[in-house]
């Protein structure tokens, strides 16, 4: 049995956005991981907003789609 950790760049996280959506994203952030390591603020705030137990799913939701959206308009078309 292997401990699995992700490393996950705002850059990815704006990739997978475009490509997968919001599913996609926070797929990326649950599925088949263990532990977490982000760099950037993109990727760091999205980790804390699944973690908040105060929020619905829905406004986890909206909120992750909110910041992956701006983070990618901000980035352009490269």
Do not use: C, P
Not at 20 to 36: C, F, H, K, S, W
Request: no cysteine; proline share 0%; net charge negative.
């Amino acid at each position: 049995m292997g401990f699995h950790k992700r490393y996950i760049n705002d850059d990815q996280v704006i990739e997978i956005y475009r490509t997968q959506g919001n599913q996609g994203v926070i797929d990326l952030y649950t599925r088949g991981v263990d532990a977490i390591i982000t760099s950037g603020d993109l990727s760091e705030h999205i980790l804390d907003i699944l973690n908040i137990g105060l929020l619905t799913e829905t406004d986890k939701w909206n909120k992750i789609s909110e910041l992956a959206s701006n983070a990618s308009i901000k980035k352009g078309n490269k």
